[in-house]
Nanobody, 129 residues
Framework: QVQLVESGGGLVQAGGSLRLSCAASIRTLTTYAMGWFRQAPGKEREFVAAISWGVTSTYYADAVGGRFTISRDNAKKTMYLQMNSLKPEATAVYYC??????????????????????WGQGTQVTVSS
C-alpha cells in the first residue's frame, strides 16, 4: 500500500522559511508526477505547486511563484517544498499528492485533486504576523 508522509511543518514568523518534505513508501516514484496542495481554515483546498515525474518541469500557483520551490529526489522517493518569505495567508494544512502521469508539470497542476492517486495526511504550517 502506498503511503505519503509529510513533515516539516510548524510555526514561523512572517518573512521566515520552512521546508516541507513528503516521503513516499512506494516501489518506484518515477512514474508519478507530484504536487503540493494546501487548505486553510474555512477555505477549499487549493493547488500550490507541481513537479513532473522526471524532474524536468515545475509549475506554481500565482500566489507562491518566486517564493516557493518544489523539488524531488526520486532515488530517495521524497519530494520537497521550500517556502521562503512566508506570509500569514500561507497558514494552512499542506498536503502532498501523487498522480501516475508522464505529463508536464503545468498539465499536472491543472488537474483536479480527484485525479491524484495518493494523498498524505497533511502537515500544519502556521505563519504569525
Amino acid at each position: 500500500q502506498v503511503q505519503l508522509v509529510e513533515s516539516g511543518g510548524g510555526l514561523v514568523q512572517a518573512g521566515g522559511s520552512l521546508r516541507l518534505s513528503c516521503a513516499a513508501s512506494i516501489r518506484t516514484l518515477t512514474t508519478y508526477a507530484m504536487g503540493w496542495f494546501r487548505q486553510a481554515p474555512g477555505k477549499e483546498r487549493e493547488f500550490v505547486a507541481a513537479i513532473s515525474w522526471g524532474v524536468t518541469s515545475t509549475y506554481y500557483a500565482d500566489a507562491v511563484g518566486g517564493r516557493f520551490t518544489i523539488s524531488r529526489d526520486n532515488a530517495k522517493k521524497t519530494m520537497y517544498l521550500q517556502m521562503n518569505s512566508l506570509k500569514p495567508e500561507a497558514t494552512a494544512v499542506y498536503y502532498c499528492a501523487a498522480v501516475r502521469s508522464f505529463s508536464g508539470a503545468q498539465t499536472v497542476g491543472a488537474m483536479p485533486g480527484s485525479r491524484y492517486d495518493y494523498w498524505g495526511q497533511g502537515t500544519q504550517v502556521t505563519v504569525s504576523s
